[in-house]
T-cell receptor
């Protein structure tokens, strides 16, 4: 099992540009979560999906952020337009809906200059 | 918020010693989980303890849960240099599937 796969690993972009982060969860995992990690705010849950349906997006900071899960094996987190304060490490995680621990991806380090 | 708060924020011990980290939370939970994060890497799930459990073991890890005090502890016995990492507790609330993470404890094991 390759685990949760995120791409890209690093992204440097200019303010105002659109950024798309990608995630492939573990096959058979029905729940998918997007987190953001910064020194100041720690790990924040942005949004999560069950069976490809968004359940809770209350953590999405602004309308500039959007997430989709078109099928069970792929999700995207999009920021448009990006701002320097969006600089962070973005993690995707998945698990079965039966509960248990999350499996995290290696993260995408986003730098907006 | 049911966010966990961890104590201490940083801990430095000698290899071979035991390391204890504590976590407190605010609301009723379904379970509490501990994760490890090595620098620049993703989080790795270590252990899950349910609200009706009081203690759980996994290898050199021992986790306790006191729901009356809304607190948990993670004990790592016979620490090794490879245990150097940040450790996070996370709570899953009743009726909610999402995990809320604490700020973490930075553990350094000195050889």
């Amino acid at each position: 099992d390759a685990g949760v796969i995120q791409s890209p690993r690093h992204e440097v972009t200019e303010m105002g540009q659109e950024v798309t982060l990608r995630c492939k969860p573990i096959s058979g995992h029905n729940s998918l979560f997007w987190y953001r990690q910064t020194m100041m705010r720690g790990l924040e849950l942005l949004i999560y999906f069950n069976n490809n349906v968004p359940i809770d997006d209350s953590g999405m900071p602004e309308d500039r952020f959007s997430a989709k899960m078109p099928n069970a094996s792929f999700s995207t987190l999009k920021i448009q337009p990006s701002e320097p304060r969006d600089s962070a490490v973005y993690f995707c995680a998945s698990r079965t809906t039966g509960g248990g621990g999350y499996t995290f991806g290696s993260g995408t380090r986003l730098t907006v200059v | 918020s049911q966010q966990g708060e961890e104590d201490p924020q940083a801990l430095s011990i000698q290899e071979g010693e035991n390391a204890t980290m504590n976590c407190s939370y605010k609301t009723s939970i379904n379970n509490l989980q501990w994760y490890r994060q090595n620098s620049g890497r993703g989080l790795v799930h270590l252990i899950l303890i349910r609200s009706n459990e009081r203690e759980k073991h996994s290898g050199r890890l021992r986790v306790t849960l006191d729901t009356s005090k809304k607190s948990s502890s993670l004990l790592i016995t016979a620490s090794r240099a490879a245990d150097t990492a940040s450790y996070f507790c996370a709570t899953e609330g009743q009726g909610a599937q999402k995990l809320v993470f604490g700020q973490g404890t930075r553990l350094t094991i000195n050889p």
